[in-house]
């Protein structure tokens, strides 16, 4: 099992930006596809972002697309993710998770492990 941690949150006004990181602990997430899903109070966790394990491969939530940008440093064993034009529907607990494999995911239950979340608040 992975550990995983997520910084980068914290509160901002519409139009900003936002650099989340998740750093990975544990074992290496070389061979793993990571993923990124935000969740607000009363609704289902979300899909943000994916990243296939080399980094070649990414996709997005269609609400995300043009502003976020996934990636990876598998040396660093942490994945970023940089959120830009961030608007208050933004504004939720941001989550890493990863998969056992190397292929991308987009539904919760693909993933295996899950950080504890960080707070992105965005104010208008």
């Known amino acids: 099992q992975v550990q995983l941690v997520e910084s980068g949150g914290g509160m901002v006004q519409a139009g900003g930006s936002l650099r989340l990181s998740c750093a990975a602990s544990g074992r290496t997430i070389g061979m793993r596809a990571m993923g990124w899903f935000r969740q607000t109070p009363g609704k289902e966790r979300e899909f943000v972002a994916t990243i296939s394990a080399s980094g070649g491969s990414t996709n997005y939530a269609d609400s995300v697309k043009g502003r976020f940008t996934i990636s990876r440093d598998n040396a660093k064993n942490t994945v970023y993710l940089q959120m830009n034009s961030l608007n208050p529907a933004d504004t939720a607990v941001y989550y890493c998770?990863?998969?056992?494999?190397?292929?991308?995911?987009?539904?919760?239950?693909?993933?295996?492990?899950w950080g504890q979340g960080t707070q992105v608040t965005v104010s208008s």
């Open positions: 998770a990863a998969r056992k494999i190397a292929t991308m995911g987009y539904s919760r239950n693909q993933y295996d492990d």
